[in-house]
């Protein structure tokens, strides 16, 4: 019965060989598709649209600086607003600074339509975004 054994423990042996190598292989293949199939989430990205995407951001980033600008320029006139539909009578200095605030506005009003616009157009880049830097 020794030979039967030992054929056993033989056949047990070869299958252990068997199978630690294939243990060992699997986590091998197992990590090489993972490192492929970053890449090829990367295509996911539409890169024939990347140009008009980046103009787009650029625009918004344009945008934004021009509508900050502008609200310095048009300064805290809400108040002087205020005070004059509550028909209190207003200094000269007041005045000026409200006749500029009051240009200031309407250039405000139309940046900050352009901003909403830019804004829309460049939301796809939130897009890119997530998807380039997980």
Do not use: C, H, W
Not at 99 to 114: N, P, Q
């Amino acid at each position: 019965m020794a030979p039967r054994d030992a054929s056993k423990t033989s056949t047990a042996a070869s299958e252990a060989v068997d199978t630690a190598p294939t243990k060992a292989a699997t986590p091998a293949k197992a990590a090489a598709p993972a490192k492929t199939a970053a890449p090829e989430a990367a295509p996911a990205v539409d890169t024939g649209n990347l140009d008009t995407i980046f103009s787009a951001l650029k625009t918004l980033m344009t945008t934004v600086d021009k509508l900050q600008k502008s609200r310095q320029e048009v300064g805290d006139i809400k108040p002087l607003i205020v005070r004059m539909l509550d028909g209190e009578l207003l200094s000269g200095d007041e005045l000026e600074q409200l006749k500029t605030g009051v240009s200031g506005l309407s250039k405000l009003v139309r940046i900050y339509s352009d901003y909403q616009t830019a804004l829309e157009k460049a939301q796809p880049a939130r897009e890119i975004l997530d998807t380039v830097l997980k």
